[in-house]
């Protein structure tokens, strides 16, 4: 049985059609200036650093160029603190710091933070931008597990090593991610 369809009722949906996929393009092509993204981040000074050093004009970049540079930013440092654990494990002698350092190797490995940052960046390329923004977050309550432990009563462990100061910094990048993703949701314009 053929549907009896009206030359104007198929061009109307053809032009609806072609005008949501523009939309939706449009959305994942829209340049935002960095001084907009960084000032909802955390650190605006540490994020306009960051996406200002992504090689070619941060300014002409679309958002998807920022969030892919970005991702690759936070999994550089994801695996820096990554061998930075490993190092302090091997080196400590306090049974105490071995556990602490433990702990966060499992907060920051492929069940944590690194599997988060494998996950945005499969999300980013679904074009998943929620996903992506669950994904920052996720790093953020990882290396918020590392530090400060995984609840409020825990008691904080008082590191001395520089492994705070990392996970602060990879909080912070994704910090960025969450911040572009907002943008890419349409949160922000």
């Known amino acids: 049985m053929a549907m009896d369809i009206k030359p104007s009722l198929l061009s109307s949906l053809v032009a609806l059609l072609f005008l949501l996929f523009a939309q939706s393009s449009n959305a994942t092509n829209k340049i935002v200036e960095v001084n907009k993204i960084c000032n909802i981040t955390i650190n605006p000074s540490l994020c306009s650093k960051i996406l200002n050093s992504k090689p070619g004009d941060t300014n002409h970049a679309d958002l998807i160029t920022l969030a892919n540079y970005t991702?690759?930013?936070?999994?550089?440092n994801v695996t820096n603190t990554i061998s930075l654990i490993?190092?302090?494990i091997k080196n400590s002698t306090n049974s105490d710091a071995k556990d602490h350092y433990q702990s966060c190797l499992t907060h920051f490995d492929e069940e944590g933070a690194l599997h988060e940052v494998e996950y945005a960046e499969k999300m980013l390329k679904a074009k998943d931008y929620q996903g992506v923004n669950v994904a920052?977050?996720?790093?953020?309550?990882?290396v918020d597990g590392c530090v400060?432990?995984?609840?409020?009563?825990?008691?904080v462990f008082p590191d001395h090593s520089s492994l705070p100061k990392y996970a602060e910094y990879v909080k912070q990048v994704a910090d960025i991610i969450t911040a572009i993703s907002n943008y890419l949701m349409g949160i922000y314009k």
């Open 86 to 88: 490993k190092f302090l």
């Open 71 to 76: 991702i690759g930013v936070v999994r550089s």
């Open 148 to 155: 400060f432990g995984d609840s409020p009563t825990d008691p």
């Open 136 to 142: 920052a977050s996720g790093v953020k309550t990882a």
